[in-house]
């Protein structure tokens, strides 16, 4: 069994995304779970058996402002994810995908203004739709979750209805730049970036 989920967030308006940032969000966000994965698969078709489970986001599909080294780390993440459950299909190895949404931790994402709160994106003044998709689960939830996924495996799990919801809405333009640009506000009213 593996589970990738480390994650390194960092806040940031587009225009002011450093390359090394998104380097070091691809290192942490693909490559080492991509370095694991590989590890791992060898010694799981060995044994002839294996689960790996890659911790996605569904936010690359809103497009999260201001979140731009994470959300194109994970969705190359899920561009890998899909290609190895092709590629290792009948291999021993299962490969499921997992989207949480939004998990209220206590790890501060980081910014060139200093860590900011993780609940950043949420505008309490937001209509009721932008509100509804940014409540946030619990670790402990999210942990339940992954042990009925390990203990079921399946190729695509989300963490609720509303995820798979947002999953859905994002593909209607209009809906997801709504949600986006309710994110994108929330962000502006409390660090000083630029509309």
């Given at each position: 069994?593996?589970?990738?989920?480390?994650?390194?967030?960092?806040?940031?308006?587009?225009?002011?995304?450093?390359?090394?940032?998104?380097?070091?969000?691809?290192?942490?966000?693909?490559?080492?779970?991509?370095?694991?994965?590989?590890?791992?698969?060898?010694?799981?078709?060995?044994?002839?058996?294996?689960?790996?489970?890659?911790?996605?986001?569904?936010?690359?599909?809103?497009?999260?402002?201001?979140?731009?080294?994470?959300?194109?780390?994970?969705?190359a993440m899920t561009?890998?994810?899909?290609?190895?459950?092709?590629?290792?299909?009948?291999?021993?190895?299962?490969?499921?995908?997992?989207?949480?949404?939004y998990i209220?931790?206590?790890?501060?994402?980081?910014?060139?203004?200093?860590?900011?709160?993780?609940?950043?994106?949420?505008?309490?003044?937001?209509?009721?739709?932008?509100?509804?998709?940014?409540?946030?689960?619990?670790?402990?939830?999210?942990?339940?979750?992954?042990?009925?996924?390990?203990?079921?495996?399946?190729?695509?799990?989300?963490?609720?209805?509303?995820?798979?919801?947002?999953?859905?809405?994002?593909?209607?333009?209009?809906?997801?730049?709504?949600?986006?640009?309710?994110?994108?506000?929330?962000?502006?009213?409390?660090?000083?970036?630029?509309?």
């Open positions: 069994m593996l589970v990738n989920n480390a994650a390194t967030i960092i806040v940031t308006p587009a225009e002011e995304a450093d390359p090394e940032d998104l380097l070091r969000s691809f290192r942490a966000n693909l490559v080492g779970p991509v370095a694991a994965a590989n590890r791992a698969a060898v010694q799981m078709r060995r044994q002839g058996y294996g689960h790996i489970i890659n911790v996605g986001s569904p936010g690359f599909m809103i497009g999260i402002p201001y979140y731009l080294p994470y959300v194109c780390s994970k969705a561009a890998w994810t899909r290609t190895i459950q092709a590629e290792w299909h009948g291999s021993g190895v299962v490969v499921s995908e997992y989207f949480p949404g209220k931790t206590d790890s501060p994402a980081e910014s060139s203004r200093g860590p900011v709160a993780q609940d950043l994106i949420v505008d309490p003044e937001a209509n009721p739709v932008s509100r509804f998709f940014t409540r946030p689960k619990s670790p402990e939830a999210v942990a339940r979750q992954l042990v009925r996924l390990v203990e079921r495996p399946r190729t695509l799990a989300a963490s609720g209805f509303m995820v798979k919801m947002g999953a859905f809405l994002s593909n209607i333009p209009g809906v997801r730049l709504s949600i986006a640009r309710n994110m994108a506000r929330a962000v502006r009213k409390r660090l000083d970036f630029p509309p």
